[in-house]
């Protein structure tokens, strides 16, 4: 599923009014720190919103807040336009895929659909029908007389997502869902999910700390450190405009240099490297010159051949210290500025020049792609 | 959309492609010896290893708790000191129907007098006299009285044969007549039988030198003495550690001299030692009156002419008896069968089913408890959980007896919880609350005692339940009390499971406690137990007893097992 | 010759004992008691003289006299004899006795005379109820009461039939709960004269008139198995009257001050001794002769009343019992056997009891529980 599928769909939600909202919401377990500080969020109906971040960065703290299992210390939370703070969690009718699925052990597969729908007081056979689309929705038809423990993990997987969504909720919180899958598995499933919730038209807050997860997953991804929003965007504009340097740090692969701004203009600015050398840059968290800042550039992003780049295009002097053959692309560790940890990701095309280490090169890049951001 | 293949399911058809090739013929190992042989003989290795690293404690297993309870077993039924301590009157016995009403003959009598005799010596007939006084009242004094008098049968008799002859009273000539010479065939037979016939007697070996063996000569001219010089000699040689031919014989030896003498032994053809002697003695007794045994036993003691006496003893002569069991759930052997034993005398049944009630209301009593502290302990965070975990085992570290002391303290009439009450008015100071010596004071203090039996357990299995089930469930739309019902309580079952089947178990033979508290109405089938081990003695009672208590546990096991599923025992 | 084997045999014993006295004698001694204060007494009163006397000798205790009949035929029936001297009471010796599982011994062999040269069986007496039992003490069950009870209206009960009057002296009572003594007390309070009491416990109406005596205060009846319960349940006025060991009482009343009095109407006597297990090696034996030749002499008797109001089994021994070690009293009134105590006393039958303990219990035991 590509971009393309994605944005008129947003375009679309983006004016309707917030079916989920977080305002100015904080959470202190101890009285002392704030474990989710200030936070603001709005989700539109039906959209595939991502809380990613390291642990302990207060994501799952507020996927447990809404979902009812925590209270806000302040702020408020609201579902569908109503405040939800003090509703508790069995009337907030949100389905919730749990990280090792929490599927009832001692209650066969239909068992554990049809417990929603006993608890709502709804008949046998309506009960019946439910369970068994919800079965057959996520292709495990024939598996309803099985206890979970007979199951694979995939299949529960599935039975836990089939469980949430049984009850036909708006509004689905999944927590690190694939953590406990082999790689094959949670990318296929991450797929079935997406497309799930997308022809369900549900409104999904899914949790990880996997960006490669959130990236192929969401609509928009919000990235949490320290408790705050660092950045919340669809995830081509995460990557490839990261708001800061934590972002661009914890988004894909990134390289940084350190130094201080020269000159700044609108849209370019010139950084002095800390061992002298020049660079340009695309000013996104400076001002004006004399500040500290981080430039980051992505590594496919750095060009070897500078002949591409223009005339007065500043370029660095690299050393190649190691070259990693890696099939569809190759990735050569250098030695930039002083720094040893510089990569850079070419193509493998048939005009590719492998890089040897000891070999002295040149490196530049366009200055949109290489961000000025706060410094670290 | 399709999943993919599933993991385990490749892994498993992988797995039977493999075992295809099995059917290919012998596989061999690379040193050539078949594939199979090498691996049983490395399983070998391992299971020794395995056995040898569990041996202490098979063996501990084996001589502590299997081996008594095997002897248990074995005790609720065994009775073959009858038949050991009197042999010949068991035997004489069998010809005595038992139904009319007359006592058995002389012959029966004359064979007691030898048995008794023997087992005079070797002091056991009080053993036999309480075995069976526990079926009549009575027979212990008779069996007692009777063994202190037995050496006084035949004294007439015996005087006349030492008036007769002073050599009758020498134990040199006694011996060298017993003996026979020195190269003549020796009746090694009669000694062996003596032999085994005093080893069962006393229950020990007697094995050892004798330093004597009876002529065949003699053995076939005067069968009873020598039976009865014999095990004389034994016992002397054995149990006395005195020598054989330094010692005057029993009366019982000289009473078989009698005895022989009288029914007409042919002495003409003898010449060995003696024979002069005993040509006289014959000739000297025959004008002596027969030994009366039956008048002799009836004057020593009027309960040998009991005949329900006599009835018992032949119905307790077999080796083994269902008499305890049969005891033990209120009946008894009679000589018209089976019966239940009079009213006032039934016990047993009334305290099992004391026991088993009262274990399943402390078993309840500790559910009820300990459900709530288990689980606060399983979802409390560690430092609270743990400080609630001290309290938990607290009990355990105060001696048993200290803790049912302190219950006592607590119930009694005059105690704290009586105290409070009046202080409080919630009782007058005359209607103080009676809560120990009962049935109360037993429950509250065993369920005390036991409740650890019951948490850890609970608290072991509800530790392993993960928080998100509750949250699950909730999210699913479960009201508080809901998700616990229907989620977090089935789960905790196997704790509850296991939990009340220690405790119930454990509860069934408690008996220290019930013995303190519990009154009269408050104890245990434990307690008689206990009380016929060490005070009435009566151990293959307190056997068929603690078998039955064994066997009911076992039933109740096994209805576990069908109703509730032992699988559904967790201990964590 | 009979005369002359037997002369002969016990002059090698004695010799063999002699000599044994003179060198083969263990120097541990494994003894076996009832602990509390009545071992005390023992040991306060021959066993550590005695060690005074043999520095090199080691005394073990044991507190197992209650399961004494029961451990010794354990014991046999496992060979393995661990026990060299045993404190049982007179029953048990003689069902030790009949067992063979106690040694018969010839008391006026091994034990000393009295000073006046009375051999020592006549000094013990009629205490020596068998042939293995060397008597010690006579002691007694008798009732306690409270002297403070207000319901009593100053009334004090004086004579057994008080212990079943629920009227003038209302409150609980602990009882014995085995039969013994409590059958015997009913059938006299029931008009039975006491030299009928055996004969008529042998019939089905005398053991019912008996428990129909006792159903008359059963609801007032709080049962006791340790000799502990009723002083404790007189001071903690659980109880308003109860039988127990006379010295039991007397140790609540002179020692520890508790408003309680003496009700000696009645009381049933007792004898408590040593008995040797059969079957012990030669210099253990040897050493445990020693020992009681000591122990049981009349000095050392008299001394063990200094601290526990038992009786002294010999008659020689009367008339040296002193003062309390403690506190001072005079002993002898103390005494079970005192002339003023032992007015009305009884003597229980051990051996009718050895026959009809296991009917009667069983009886006892089904009547208690319904």
């Known amino acids: 599923m590509g971009n393309n599928d994605r944005e008129p769909q947003l375009a679309q939600t983006a004016n309707n009014d917030a079916f989920v909202a977080f305002e100015r919401v904080q959470k202190s377990y101890d009285g002392e720190t704030l474990v989710v500080k200030d936070l603001n969020l709005s989700m539109p109906k039906g959209e595939f919103l991502t809380m990613l971040g390291p642990s302990g960065s207060g994501k799952t703290t507020c996927l447990m807040m809404l979902a009812g299992f925590e209270t806000a210390t302040h702020g408020e939370i609201k579902l569908d336009g109503r405040q939800i703070n003090n509703i508790p969690p069995h009337k907030r009718g949100i389905g919730m895929v749990f990280q090792n699925y929490a599927l009832f052990p001692h209650m066969t597969v239909a068992e554990n659909l049809s417990f929603p729908l006993e608890v709502r007081k709804i008949g046998k056979s309506d009960r019946e029908g439910k369970v068994k689309r919800a079965l057959d929705m996520v292709q495990m038809g024939d598996f309803g007389g099985r206890r979970p423990a007979q199951l694979s993990g995939g299949q529960q997987q599935r039975i836990a997502l089939a469980r949430a969504l049984v009850f036909e909720p708006e509004l689905v919180l999944m927590d690190e869902p694939l953590g406990a899958l082999d790689k094959q598995l949670r990318e296929h499933m991450q797929f079935e999910i997406t497309n799930l919730a997308h022809e369900l038209g549900i409104t999904t807050v899914y949790v990880t700390h996997d960006q490669t997860e959130a990236l192929t997953m969401s609509d928009r991804v919000a990235v949490f450190d320290d408790g705050r929003i660092q950045q919340l965007a669809p995830p081509d504009e995460l990557y490839e405009s990261p708001d800061n340097s934590f972002v661009a740090q914890f988004i894909g692969e990134n390289n940084t240099l350190a130094g201080t701004v020269k000159e700044i203009s609108d849209d370019i600015c010139l950084v002095e490297l800390d061992d002298g050398g020049l660079i340009d840059a695309k000013p996104v968290n400076v001002s004006q010159p004399g500040e500290r800042t981080t430039i980051s550039i992505r590594p496919e992003r750095v060009e070897v051949d500078i002949t591409k780049l223009g005339e007065n295009a500043h370029t660095l002097d690299a050393e190649v210290l190691e070259f990693i053959y890696m099939g569809d692309v190759f990735r050569t560790r250098l030695r930039v500025a002083g720094r040893d940890d510089f990569i850079i990701k070419t193509r493998n095309s048939a005009d590719q020049r492998r890089l040897k280490p000891g070999e002295k090169i040149k490196i530049g890049w366009l200055p949109r792609d290489c961000r000025a951001l706060d410094a670290v | 959309m399709r999943g993919p293949p599933d993991h385990k399911e490749q892994k498993h058809t992988d797995g039977d492609k493999m075992s295809d090739t099995t059917d290919t013929g012998p596989v061999l190992a690379a040193d050539g010896t078949p594939l199979k042989r090498s691996l049983r003989r490395a399983i070998r290795a391992q299971k020794l290893r395995a056995l040898a690293l569990i041996a202490p404690l098979l063996i501990f297993v084996l001589v502590t708790f299997i081996a008594p309870i095997a002897d248990m077993l074995f005790r609720s039924v065994e009775n073959q000191i009858v038949s050991n301590t009197l042999p010949n009157t068991v035997a004489a016995l069998d010809d005595w129907d038992g139904t009319g009403d007359d006592l058995p003959g002389q012959d029966t009598f004359e064979a007691l007098y030898y048995d008794m005799f023997l087992a005079a010596e070797s002091k056991r007939h009080t053993r036999l006299g309480s075995r069976l006084n526990y079926e009549e009242s009575g027979i212990s004094s008779m ?35 017993m003996s026979g010479a020195d190269d003549a065939p020796k009746a090694s037979g009669i000694l062996a039988d003596q032999r085994e016939r005093l080893a069962k007697l006393n229950q020990s070996g007697f094995d050892g030198e004798v330093g004597f063996a009876p002529s065949q000569e003699i053995a076939d001219l005067l069968p009873r003495t020598v039976r009865a010089y014999t095990a004389f000699a034994l016992f002397t040689a054995i149990a006395d550690e005195d020598v054989v031919a330094e010692e005057e014989p029993w009366e019982a030896v000289k009473v078989a001299l009698v005895e022989d003498l009288h029914s007409g032994a042919d002495l003409s053809g003898y010449d060995g030692a003696g024979a002069e002697e005993l040509r006289a003695a014959q000739s000297g007794l025959a004008d002596q009156p027969a030994i009366d045994y039956k008048q002799a036993f009836i004057d020593m003691n009027e309960d040998w002419g009991n005949l329900d006496n006599w009835k018992t003893i032949k119905m307790f002569a077999p080796p083994f008896t269902a008499g305890y069991f049969l005891n033990a759930v209120d009946l008894q052997k009679t000589p018209d069968g089976v019966q239940s034993r009079p009213e006032n005398e039934q016990i047993y049944i009334m305290l099992f089913q004391r026991t088993l009630f009262m274990s399943l209301v402390i078993m309840g009593s500790c559910i009820l408890l300990g459900y709530p502290v288990a689980y606060l302990l399983a979802t409390l965070p560690a430092r609270s959980a743990n400080l609630l975990m001290i309290l938990v085992l607290l009990p355990f570290w105060t001696s048993l007896l200290v803790r049912t002391s302190a219950w006592k303290v607590m119930l009694q009439q005059q105690g704290v919880i009586n105290d409070t009450l009046v202080w409080l008015g919630l009782v007058n100071d005359a209607g103080r609350l009676v809560m120990i010596n009962n ?11 036991l409740l650890p039996f019951m948490i850890l357990p609970m608290y072991s299995v509800m530790s392993t339940i993960p928080q998100t089930y509750v949250r699950a469930a909730r999210s699913l739309g479960a009201t508080n009390w809901t998700s616990f019902w229907r989620v977090y309580f089935p789960q905790s079952v196997p704790g509850i499971g296991a939990g009340s089947i220690l405790v119930f178990i454990l509860s069934i033979g408690y008996y220290i406690t019930p013995e303190i508290v519990g009154g009269t109405t408050g104890t245990f089938i434990s307690n008689r137990i206990a009380y016929h081990i060490s005070s009435s003695l009566n151990w293959g009672l307190a056997a068929a007893l603690g078998s039955i208590l064994l066997f009911a546990v076992l039933i109740l096991y096994w209805a576990y097992d069908k109703i509730v599923g032992i699988d559904n025992v967790k201990l964590g | 010759m009979k005369l002359t084997t037997t002369l002969m045999a016990s002059t090698a014993l004695t010799v063999a004992a002699v000599s044994a006295h003179a060198q083969d004698m263990a120097d541990s001694l494994t003894l076996v008691s009832w602990g509390g204060a009545y071992q005390e007494s023992q040991m306060k009163a021959y066993v550590e003289p005695y060690i005074a006397d043999n520095p090199g000798v080691s005394v073990t205790w044991d507190e197992s006299s209650a399961e004494a009949v029961a451990k010794l035929r354990a014991m046999d029936e496992a060979g393995n004899l661990t026990w060299d001297l045993v404190d049982v009471t007179a029953a048990d010796a003689m069902r030790l006795c009949d067992e063979g599982l106690a040694m018969e011994v010839d008391h006026d062999e091994i034990l000393a005379p009295a000073p006046d040269g009375t051999s020592a069986s006549d000094d013990f007496g009629d205490m020596i109820v068998s042939d293995c039992f060397i008597p010690q003490i006579a002691y007694s069950y008798t009732f306690g009461y409270r002297n403070d009870v207000a319901e009593w209206n100053g009334q004090v009960p004086t004579e057994i039939c008080d212990v079943f009057d629920l009227e003038t002296f209302p409150g609980k009572r602990s009882l014995e709960k085995r039969p013994h003594n409590n059958m015997e007390w009913a059938l006299m309070c029931d008009g039975v004269a006491r030299d ?19 159903d008359t205060i059963k609801d007032e009846v709080v049962w006791w198995s340790s000799g502990a319960d009723t002083p404790q349940l007189l001071a903690d006025k659980e109880v308003v009257f109860g039988s127990t060991y006379n010295g039991r009482l007397f140790s609540l009343i002179a020692e520890q001050n508790q408003p309680v009095e003496m009700m000696w109407d009645s009381q049933a006597y007792d004898i408590d001794g040593w008995i040797i297990p059969a079957g012990l090696e030669d210099d253990k034996l040897a050493r445990v002769l020693d020992f009681l030749y000591f122990a049981t002499d009349t000095q050392r008797l008299a001394d063990q009343a200094k601290y526990i109001s038992y009786g002294p089994a010999r008659k020689s021994s009367a008339p040296l019992v002193g003062e309390h070690a403690e506190l001072g009293i005079d002993m002898a009134p103390h005494m079970p056997t005192s002339p003023e105590n032992s007015v009305n006393a009884f003597v229980m039958n051990f051996e009718w009891w050895a026959d009809y303990r296991d009917d009667l219990d069983a009886k006892f035991q089904s009547w208690l529980a319904n």
């Open chain 2, 143 to 177: 069996f007692r009285t009777s063994g202190r008098k037995v050496d006084d049968i035949g004294e007439d008799q015996i005087d006349a044969l030492e008036d007769i002859d002073a050599s009758w009273e020498d134990e040199t000539f006694w011996f060298n007549m």
């Open chain 3, 196 to 214: 009928e009491i055996y004969d008529a416990l042998e019939t089905e109406e005398g053991r019912n008139r008996a428990l129909a005596k006792l």
């Open chain 2, 439 to 449: 049935q109360f004071g037993t429950i509250v203090a065993m369920t005390h005692i």
